[in-house]
């Protein structure tokens, strides 16, 4: 029987990987906690706001951090807009009515979007039956965890954060186009920034109450974990993860992710996961493999086929940003 030998540099990408999937899982049990005390536009801008800050000060000591040109400065629009206000806004909107774990899962569905957007918005990528099979499964996942027929999941909550991810898809296959050069850090610290600022906003549109007490209180755990631990550390995790195995495979902790979300609302809210969470779940990671893994009939040997299988998640625009929470 042969064995498989992992070296120091393969141990520790597995030990950050895992840590990743913790802090970012994590993070969605914290928004469900903060939303408690904190309203959500308000939670949400306040976060990033704090977060880009940081992360725009680390940048701009490791490297360049002022954009050069026109399409570096439509790229941080874009994912200011569509990520971090959009989906985020929409994320912690309807979070506020349905659970962390079920936010989790939905947006686990990111990646199955983003792949089937890209090939009905971008020449260069064609979808096929296998990718519209993967699209169905994603949203029969949806479904099973909205349970419309009279569940305990309120349906606007699902449909909030869905559209969310939606948003997210859309910045990403919008940022695929673009040929940009700003470093990763930079770009996320510039929409962090830009794209708080816009929640800051709908906020006070909204008639949202300034939370004074955001970072004292119940909220001042999760707020502060949100900040320095999601995304201050978590980005640092990522970035790190970035460079030793490359964008494909770390964007799959986005599966990992409601896992561990599930793990923490058990340990910290006493909250054990459901049979439909989990049936949603696993609808939903079928429709990943089946819309972002090449030939997965190949890869079963249901298919001839010499080639590898592999992601398109690096081809498709997914993975230059990523925002678990």
């Known amino acids: 029987m042969s064995s498989i030998r992992w070296s120091r540099g393969q141990l520790l990408a597995a030990v950050l990987f895992v840590s990743l999937a913790w802090i970012w899982g994590g993070s969605f049990v914290a ?166 600022t816009v929640l800051v906003g709908a906020a006070v549109i909204r008639g949202e109450s300034f939370p004074a007490g955001v970072a004292s209180g119940a909220s001042a755990l999760p707020f502060l974990y949100l900040v320095f631990g999601a995304a201050v550390v978590g980005y640092l995790l ?26 923490v609302a058990w340990a910290v809210l006493g909250r054990a996961p459901t049979a439909t969470t989990a049936t949603g779940f696993l609808l939903v990671a079928c429709g990943f493999v089946l819309a972002t893994v090449d030939d997965p009939l190949a890869r079963l040997g249901i298919r001839d086929s010499e080639e590898i299988v592999h992601s398109d998640l690096s081809e498709n625009g997914s993975v230059e940003v990523h925002y678990a929470d």
């Open 238 to 263: 990522y970035f790190e993860l970035l460079s030793r195995v490359g964008p494909v495979r770390v964007n799959l902790v986005a599966y990992l992710e409601p896992v561990t979300a599930a793990m």
């Open 31 to 196: 928004i469900e906690l903060g939303l408690g005390s904190v309203p959500p536009l308000w939670f949400a801008g306040l976060r990033y706001l704090l977060a880009g800050a940081v992360i725009s000060a680390v940048a701009a000591a490791s490297g360049r951090f002022r954009p050069r040109d026109r399409a570096e400065w439509l790229a941080i629009a874009v994912v200011s807009t569509f990520v971090v206000a959009g989906y985020h806004g929409l994320l912690y909107l309807g979070t506020a009515s349905i659970s962390g774990s079920v936010s989790s899962v939905i947006v686990s569905l990111s990646p199955v979007l983003t792949t089937v957007a890209a090939g009905m918005l971008l020449a260069e990528e064609t979808p096929d039956v296998v990718d519209g099979l993967g699209l169905l499964f994603g949203l029969a996942g949806v479904v099973v965890i909205a349970d419309p027929s009279g569940g305990d999941v309120p349906l606007s909550g699902v449909v909030l954060v869905f559209v969310g991810v939606a948003l997210f898809a859309s910045g990403s296959v919008g940022l695929r186009t673009l040929d940009v050069g700003l470093p990763p850090a930079a770009l996320q610290g510039w929409a962090m920034l830009l794209g708080s």
